[in-house]
């Protein structure tokens, strides 16, 4: 049976984040952004935790909020957004994220953000393996130079010093392990909708996502 479940996968700054909060604030649906939990084990990996110990911290000590523009996270009270979004805890989530351990330490915490009501979740294998009974399939993709200004812009915005090339380097290798990787690598799944964003503005994409909700589910 299918759930209410919307999944959106890309690779890395292909504007997932962005469309998510988008349909999850017109429709008033919960989010779960999954990128942002193994960017929370590279967090507290770097603090010596153990796989279990993260687990806890997580499910304990992690809050979620959404606001209109973004999503705001906070470990025991504490804004640690921005730290999550820098590029040096990117990299790392994106090798713990090839490890199995991690991954079926995600898995449940992941699953249990779905409580029957609609959710939007956007990830790398939403689709694919964590929400494979989802009713609606997002894949949305760009191209890496489109990607690299984008994440550039990001980070500028935030304050942090960025260089171009060595960003759409990052990029590149980033898409090349995330998709190459043996467990649930990036990928379509089958029964998804293929966006390519990379002339469109996030209006644009909003629209062809709101029509196939529509479709789907109203
Ligand atoms: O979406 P993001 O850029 O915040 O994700 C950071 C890294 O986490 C990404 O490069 C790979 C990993 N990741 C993953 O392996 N599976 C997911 N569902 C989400 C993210």
Redesign the pocket.
């Known amino acids: 049976m299918k759930i209410n479940v919307i999944t959106i ?1 890309g ?3 292909s504007g ?2 962005a469309l998510a909060l988008g349909i999850a604030n017109i429709f008033g649906f919960k989010i779960l ?7 929370l ?2 967090y507290f990996l770097k603090m010596k935790l153990s796989s279990n110990e993260i687990a806890d911290q997580i499910k304990m000590n992690i809050e979620f909020n959404k606001s209109n523009e973004k999503l705001i996270i906070l470990h025991e009270g504490k804004d640690i957004t921005s730290e ?2 820098s590029e040096e ?3 790392l ?2 090798e ?3 490890k199995k351990t ?2 079926d330490s ?1 898995y449940s915490i ?1 699953r249990n953000f779905y409580d029957g009501n609609i959710l939007v ?6 689709g694919t ?2 929400f494979k009974d989802a009713k609606l399939k997002i894949f949305l993709t760009a191209s890496p130079e489109e990607r690299a200004k984008r994440r550039y812009i990001e980070l500028q915005n935030r304050g942090q010093e960025v260089n171009m090339p060595a960003l759409l380097a990052d990029i590149k290798e ?1 898409d090349l ?2 998709s190459s ?1 043996e467990i ?1 690598p ?1 990928i379509p799944a089958e029964d998804s909708h293929l966006i390519d964003s990379s002339n469109m503005s996030l209006k644009e994409v909003c629209s062809i996502a709101k029509n196939l909700i529509k479709k789907e589910f109203i």
């Open positions: 996968d690779p890395s700054a997932k984040g952004d999954s990128g942002s939990l193994y960017r084990f590279a999550l979004r805890i990117a990299k989530a994106s713990y994220g090839s991690v991954r995600l992941q979740a956007d990830g790398r294998d939403m393996v964590v980033r392990k995330d990787r649930s990036l």
